[in-house]
């Protein structure tokens, strides 16, 4: 558990801020893993095998995605999150970026709305149980704006990952930035600071910049993906001394003339 609220934390905080929206799914960025495996996501692979690993160097955002090896044969390598609790009626936002470049590989997502864990919906069958799509040039995102049935309870969701036919399998399909959030609870962040940038990110040495357009003296605190604050203090010159900070992901949370955000960072 402490695992999927480490996730959750990141999740939340961090779309909350950047998209004054909050992310339904847990490490929908793929930022967090464990043991070689996606936080929040069950990782099922097929008779032929097929896998599920962290990729650092192609991406989309932040500093790794998912990386999708198709089966040696039929069937699919399939990552799925825990249900999704909705309220029927609301508006939700359903997206993701994919990168599927292999003629070894294709894949697609799979979803439904639910009345309760057994009972399924057909409502949106179209595009949330689709066909195979086709190869892309580069990242391409998929994003539907979805109603919630009158009966619905659930959203249940999963990538799945195929060989492209008979001898053309082990190609490589890559997943990032997940997205599932409640249109009621969007919103432009009026309370956000303006030209707002922290950087590098990721970090790779003792030093992190914290810059906006009136420049001035920010408090900043850092919290490590369990909530523990790591760092508090103020910049000096735009910068802060992280030097304490190990590799992980954390939370940075800034405050200047009276205006917070918050920004999620990485640390190699």
Do not use: C
Request: glycine letters at 8%; charged letters at 15%; hydrophobic letters at 40%.
């Amino acid at each position: 558990m402490k695992k999927l609220y480490a996730s959750l934390f990141i999740a939340a905080l961090a779309s909350t801020a950047v998209n004054a929206q909050t992310n339904l799914v847990p490490n929908g960025d793929f930022e967090a893993w464990t043991d070689g495996a996606p936080e929040g996501f069950t990782v099922t692979p097929a008779t032929n095998g097929g896998t599920v690993t962290q990729s650092t160097t192609e991406l989309h955002g932040g500093a790794s995605a998912a990386l999708f090896t198709a089966p040696a044969g039929t069937g699919n390598v399939k990552a799925a999150i825990a249900d999704i609790p909705v309220t029927a009626g609301h508006t939700y936002v359903f997206s993701y970026w994919f990168k599927d470049e292999s003629d070894n590989a294709r894949g697609r997502h799979w979803a439904s709305w639910r009345v309760d864990t057994a009972t399924q919906l057909t409502d949106n069958a179209d595009v949330l149980q689709p066909g195979y799509y086709e190869n892309t040039s580069g990242w391409q995102q998929v994003t539907y704006t979805l109603t919630a049935p009158a009966t619905a309870t659930l959203f249940r969701l999963d990538f799945r990952v195929y060989q492209q036919a008979d001898g053309a399998n082990s190609g490589l399909i890559y997943y990032d930035d997940v997205m599932f959030y409640d249109q009621a609870t969007a919103g432009v962040n009026q309370n956000d600071i303006a030209g707002l940038k922290v950087f590098p990110n990721p970090l790779s040495g003792n030093v992190l910049n914290v810059t906006s357009n009136t420049n001035g003296v920010k408090e900043v605190a850092i919290y490590d993906i369990i909530g523990k604050q790591v760092f508090a203090g103020k910049t000096v010159n735009n910068t802060v001394n992280v030097n304490n900070l190990t590799a992980g992901v954390y939370i940075v949370n800034i405050t200047e003339e009276g205006k917070t955000a918050t920004r999620k960072l990485v640390v190699k």
